[in-house]
Nanobody, 124 residues
Framework: QVPLVESGGGLVQAGGSLRLSCAAS????????MGWFRQAPGKEREFVAT????????YYADSVKGRFTISRDNAKNTVYLQMNSLKPEDTAVYYC?????????????????WGQGTQVTVSS
């Protein structure tokens, strides 16, 4: 197990920005793929973004495309999610996840390791 710890969540007004961080106790470079998911109250966990080992390939959910940016710094064993132009519907607990799959998967079940989550609340 490689614990993943998210941070950076909080309360922000609509239109604002937040940057989430996900720190791994092990080497993030050992995981081919890192991802972010979110879960709003009463809803299923949904895919947000994913990035490959080198950081050269990213994939986003349509709902966040153009507003969110995923990146990783393997030297710091950290993955980031820059969230701009936030909307109230972005309110959720955000989770970091890791996988060794080369294929881009958006299903949570395809990721092997998870953090505990960080709350993001966007007020209107």
């Amino acid at each position: 197990q490689v614990p993943l710890v998210e941070s950076g969540g909080g309360l922000v007004q609509a239109g604002g920005s937040l940057r989430l961080s996900c720190a791994a106790s092990g080497r993030t470079s050992s995981f081919y793929r890192m991802g972010w998911f979110r879960q709003a109250p009463g809803k299923e966990r949904e895919f947000v973004a994913t990035i490959n080992r080198s950081g050269g390939s990213t994939y986003y959910a349509d709902s966040v495309k153009g507003r969110f940016t995923i990146s990783r710094d393997n030297a710091k064993n950290t993955v980031y999610l820059q969230m701009n132009s936030l909307k109230p519907e972005d309110t959720a607990v955000y989770y970091c996840a890791a996988s060794n799959t080369i294929v881009v998967y958006t299903a949570p079940g395809r990721y092997d390791y998870w953090g505990q989550g960080t709350q993001v609340t966007v007020s209107s």
